[in-house]
């Protein structure tokens, strides 16, 4: 049995194994088609092996990013979920895929990224928290501007339109994907049969965040909702696949909190302490190094104590002169 | 109406093909298509929910799979560029004006293939994906005479242009067109629609 191979994904959030769409597609079909894969789950995309997320480290030593790349791989080591398939149902999977990416995944960008107070208050909140210090103030924008840009690149066109047309359109084009899906799962547990596979997977990554991350402009969120088949679908395989990932924090957190509610998701800061710390004694040191240099505060250096250098017998002479003095 | 006008129309309307009624332009295949169902003309009526659902995720297969495969091989693939396309492309042009404006349409595509992930694709892995699309489609089809049995659809207008393209248009290499005529089903079913609805004008 070969080694496990690593795969790297952005963090969960928000009862998500991932906050991220291409990461959840595969993390959806390694757990459907039994594939022993070894998760780590960061919050820094510069410590994966390609600088993005997801990211797989095969044992032949390549990298791969692109979710139809890694799944096809997990399929050439024999973790195959289309192995039911028929040939048919193979050509249709690889349609609404193509349906998919066409019609949601424009719309799906520009309500994380585009979007100025979903982009605001929600993503670049979520991204400024979860990363490290220094590349938390660079890194969301670099990502805001790519995505701008492979939005445009996806529409064709030399600009945005303006923010109310696209958002008309977009939201069209999400809303009769979404519904074409609902029409063609029907009553289905799965879109082919009752196991899942890769369009499964592809659906689950993309509608998941649009069912639980909430956004201040919700009209995908409350259209998906709408959908009661897709919405079910997508929690039937929350609750089957990824159970240990619910609204309440992780385990590992040490300190007790009470009842966690939906609201208590903003104030899950990771390294809360330490960042707290850290800000309070940089404070200390530019108010204290700002009041040395502008002479409010001097140090005095005739103290007795025991960082004082052994040999001081040369600044005690002139205190015994003084005391012979005061004698 | 003379080519001068064609041309004026065209620049307005920015995209071809279009059509141009009364005192309408619409451009594109989806616009044109909603402007004839306006009208009352629509060749989908007759499918059930799910079946429309399967038509538009196919439709969205050859947009995703064989348009793109068309925009990498005539503008990523450096022997086709510059034999072929950017010589077509620029040649409305004077010169130094036809070389800027076709450099930079090779770098905007190229951009736009990065963004969606194409970038790092061999010609190879192209051609991969085209034969993927045509298997898909080949299985799609069957032994039935278009996709959704009796009449044709949108999806039929749609594969029919792609493959006929294909099919005719000269490139550096004939391995595109021999990999499509491969599935023999997609090669009569294009034979068949370009004598049922494009020779009775000539005959």
Known sequence: ?327 | MSLAAEAFVSQMAGKIPFIHVGNQVVSELGPIVQFTKAKGHSLSDSLDDVQRAEMKAYMELVNNMLLTAELYIQWCDDATAAEITRPRYSSPYSWPLCLVLAYQKQWEVRKKMNAIGWGGKSLEQVYEDVSQCCQALSQRLGTQPYFFNKQPTELDALVFGHLFTILTTRLTSTELAERVKSYSNLLSFCRRIEQTYFEDKSS
Request: hydrophobic content about 40%; overall charge negative; glycine content about 4%.
């Open chain 1, 1 to 327: 049995m070969a080694a496990p191979e690593h795969l790297f994904v952005w963090e969960g959030d928000f009862g998500l194994p991932s906050v991220s769409t291409d990461c959840l597609t595969v993390l959806a079909y390694a757990q459907f088609a039994g594939a022993p894969l070894k998760v780590h789950k960061i919050s820094n995309p510069w410590r994966s092996p390609s600088g993005s997320l997801p990211a797989l480290k095969t044992n032949q030593n390549e990298t791969l990013t692109r979710p139809s790349d890694i799944i096809i791989h997990l399929r050439k080591q024999k973790f195959n979920a289309d192995y039911d398939l028929s040939a048919k149902e193979g050509a249709d999977s690889l349609a609404f895929i193509s349906l998919i990416e066409e019609k949601l995944l424009p719309a799906l960008i520009y309500w994380s990224w585009v979007d100025s107070k979903n982009f605001v208050d929600v993503t670049r909140r979520w991204f400024a928290d979860h990363m490290p210090f220094p590349l938390s103030l660079v890194l969301p924008g670099r990502m805001h501007r790519y995505q701008n840009e492979r939005l445009r690149l996806l529409r064709g066109e030399d600009l945005l339109e303006p923010e109310e047309n696209l958002e008309k359109e977009l939201f069209r084009d999400a809303a009769e994907c979404m519904n074409l899906l609902s029409q063609r799962l029907g009553q289905h547990k799965f879109f082919f049969g009752e196991s899942p596979c890769s369009l499964d997977a592809f659906v689950f990554g993309h509608l998941a965040p649009v069912l639980k991350i909430k956004f201040p402009n919700s009209k995908l969120q409350q259209h998906l909702q709408s959908l009661e088949n897709l919405s079910g679908f997508c929690s039937n395989i929350l609750q089957l696949y990824f159970p240990r990932t619910g609204p309440a924090p992780p385990p590992m957190r040490p300190s007790p909190r009470p009842a966690p509610s939906a609201s208590d998701d903003g104030d899950h800061v990771p390294h809360k302490r330490r960042k707290q710390l850290l800000s309070v004694l940089v404070a200390m040191g530019a108010m204290l190094s700002y009041a040395v240099l502008t002479g409010l505060l001097s140090i005095s250096l005739h103290q007795r104590g025991a960082l004082e250098e052994p040999p001081d017998e040369e600044p005690e002479e002139p205190e015994t002169h003084e005391q012979e003095h005061e004698r």
